[in-house]
């Protein structure tokens, strides 16, 4: 489903471009705890959606069992 726009923006300027919290914050005119509840929200719906990618996928113990 994807990430709402604004977290999105806060997680790329924090995690791809390294920006600080306060830094994220002044920028976008938000309060740098708003910033954190951003950045942790996005880590958790990362979260969640790689662990429905790997669990849709079989693990590498049953795929060599069939490749047997």
Do not use: C, W
């Amino acid at each position: 489903m994807g990430l709402p726009a604004t977290t999105r923006d806060v997680f790329l300027l924090h995690r791809v471009a390294g920006l600080s919290y306060p830094a994220i914050a002044s920028h976008l005119a938000l309060d740098p705890q708003t910033v954190e509840t951003h950045v942790s929200a996005a880590l958790l719906e990362l979260g969640q959606t790689l662990n429905l990618v790997s669990a849709s996928r079989p693990s590498r113990s049953k795929a060599a069992e069939v490749a047997v």
